[in-house]
């Protein structure tokens, strides 16, 4: 009675692309680079103009 039994077996999937992970909130020393880089472009406009 076996023999009329259809084994079945599971078709292999395919491996699935990496996907791009979506930028999250930015980390917190970004903000205060950005200070910095604005204290240093002021300083560097007050140099090269001088009053």
Request: proline letters at 27%; zero cysteines; a positive charge.
């Given at each position: 009675m076996t023999e009329n039994v259809v084994k079945f077996r599971r078709p292999e999937k395919k491996p699935e692309p990496p996907v791009k992970?979506?930028?999250?909130?930015?980390?917190g020393w970004v903000p205060w680079l950005g200070l910095v880089l604005v204290a240093v472009a002021i300083y560097?406009?007050?140099?090269v103009m001088p009053q």
């Open positions: 992970k979506p930028r999250g909130p930015l980390p560097g406009a007050q140099q």
